[in-house]
């Protein structure tokens, strides 16, 4: 079976054109191909302008630990600067972060159908997942920290501040793990 911008052919004899030329079909694979590049690079971009975008408007429009209510009793927006990984571990270790980052995109991105397949749910938790550590990894090797800002609390309990960086990463991973379950592959069967 074999798969052509999206379609699914069952024929396992080789493409060719009526006059026996197999360029046309060769050359429509390629376009295919290098629009899905672009989509995936569109998409990732725009994640990451978002991700920075906001963190920008949060330093430019608040002093470091203010906090604003969006939902009293909810959610506030409070400019938090995260010196290590989730929820601060890892403090210090700025350069390993970053290299563990780098690490991670070129996996990702090596053996991107492998791990996410050609689902759809798999090409979204790709980008999510490379627009996200993106997004922080700007913030580790421009300012020296991430800027986190979404603020979740009820009464004194607060869930540790994250950005939108975070949240890709989050939403990624889960559409990953939804996937699969819902969706094992043939040859994990």
């Known amino acids: 079976m074999s798969v052509v911008c999206g379609a699914e052919s069952n024929s396992r004899q080789p493409s060719t054109a009526p006059d026996g030329n197999r360029r046309p079909k060769y050359l429509l694979s390629v376009i295919c191909y290098?629009?899905?590049?672009?989509c995936y690079l569109l998409s990732i971009i725009s994640l990451v302008i978002l991700d920075q975008a906001t963190k920008c408007l949060i330093r430019r429009h608040f002093a470091l630990h203010e906090s604003r209510p969006v939902i009293r009793g909810f959610f506030s927006l409070t400019y938090v600067r995260n010196r290590g990984a989730a929820w601060g571990i890892l403090a210090g270790?700025?350069?390993a972060l970053v290299a563990l980052a780098a690490v991670m995109l070129f996996v990702l991105a090596r053996y991107r159908e492998k791990i996410f397949?050609?689902?759809?749910?798999g090409r979204v938790?790709?980008?999510?997942?490379?627009a996200g550590i993106i997004g922080n990894v700007i913030d580790r090797v421009w300012l020296g920290y991430v800027v986190d800002f979404l603020d979740f609390y009820i009464g004194a309990s607060h869930f540790p501040a994250f950005n939108v960086a975070d949240s890709c990463i989050c939403v990624g991973v889960g559409l990953y793990m939804l996937a699969s379950f819902v969706f094992p592959r043939q040859e994990d069967r």
């Open 34 to 38: 290098l629009l899905s590049i672009i």
């Open 93 to 95: 270790w700025r350069i």
């Open 117 to 121: 397949g050609s689902r759809a749910i």
């Open 125 to 130: 938790s790709f980008i999510l997942l490379v």
